[in-house]
T-cell receptor
Framework: SQKIEQNSEALNIQEGKTATLTCNYT??????LQWYRQDPGRGPVFLLL?????KEKRKERLKVTFDTTLKQSLFHITASQPADSATYLC???????????FGTGTKLQVIP | NAGVTQTPKFRVLKTGQSMTLLCAQD?????MYWYRQDPGMGLRLIHY???????AKGEVPDGYNVSRLKKQNFLLGLESAAPSQTSVYFC?????????????FGQGTRLTVV
């Protein structure tokens, strides 16, 4: 069955450093991969989407890579700030939002 | 512009009681979704709708019913609540089913069934 793995342990990082979060998947050939941010008590907020034929996507301090051979996506936040502290979810989609599969998320804590 | 609004935000039910969760969006989106989020599990799709008057089952539809009588509203009903339905429920909407487009989520409803 399809499986998505995100590091369930929280990631603590010093302010100003680059945070790198990992999303691994098995038994899946997603056409799209999305990253969301979720704050406590709030719904997920869409951040970035990357397609299977794209290796890298950037948006301001965010960068996402997608390696379909390794079946892995990396999510980077450069020059991290305490305001970046949140849980980050990856979501894989083979076609249509009705078929999206979400990961469990990784909690990021940026320490001042 | 409110986006996606869910009511209520919190609710406690006794086993066997019924309730309806309301989701309203003001973005004129055709597509709406209900998810549940449980500890240690990713968001799971309960039901979705591709337009007014249409609904379809998602990954975990049992025990839930939905209705989309108006384009802007998507209702999730629990006819006879069970403790296994204790969860955080999120509604979302999108302009298209294509994941190229952004999905917008509500703030969630925390439901406890005792």
């Amino acid at each position: 069955s399809q499986k998505i793995e995100q590091n369930s342990e929280a990631l603590n990082i010093q302010e100003g450093k680059t945070a790198t979060l990992t999303c691994n998947y098995t038994n899946y050939s997603p056409a799209y991969l999305q990253w969301y941010r979720q704050d406590p008590g709030r719904g997920p907020v869409f951040l970035l989407l990357i397609r299977e034929n794209e290796k890298e996507k950037r948006k301001e301090r965010l960068k996402v890579t997608f390696d379909t051979t390794l079946k892995q996506s990396l999510f980077h936040i450069t020059a991290s700030q305490p305001a970046d502290s949140a849980t980050y979810l990856c979501a894989l989609n083979s076609g249509g939002y009705q078929k999206v599969t979400f990961g469990t998320g990784t909690k990021l804590q940026v320490i001042p | 512009n409110a986006g996606v609004t869910q009511t209520p935000k919190f609710r406690v039910l006794k086993t066997g009681q019924s309730m309806t969760l309301l989701c309203a969006q003001d973005m004129n989106h055709e597509y709406m979704y209900w998810y549940r989020q449980d500890p240690g599990m990713g968001l799971r799709l309960i039901h979705y709708s591709v337009g007014e008057g249409t609904t379809a089952k998602g990954e975990v539809p049992d025990g839930y019913n939905v209705s989309r009588l108006k384009k802007q509203n998507f209702l999730l009903g629990l006819e006879s609540a069970a403790p296994s339905q204790t969860s955080v429920y999120f509604c979302a909407s999108s302009y298209s089913l294509n994941p190229d487009t952004e999905a917008f989520f509500g703030q969630g409803t925390r439901l406890t069934v005792v």
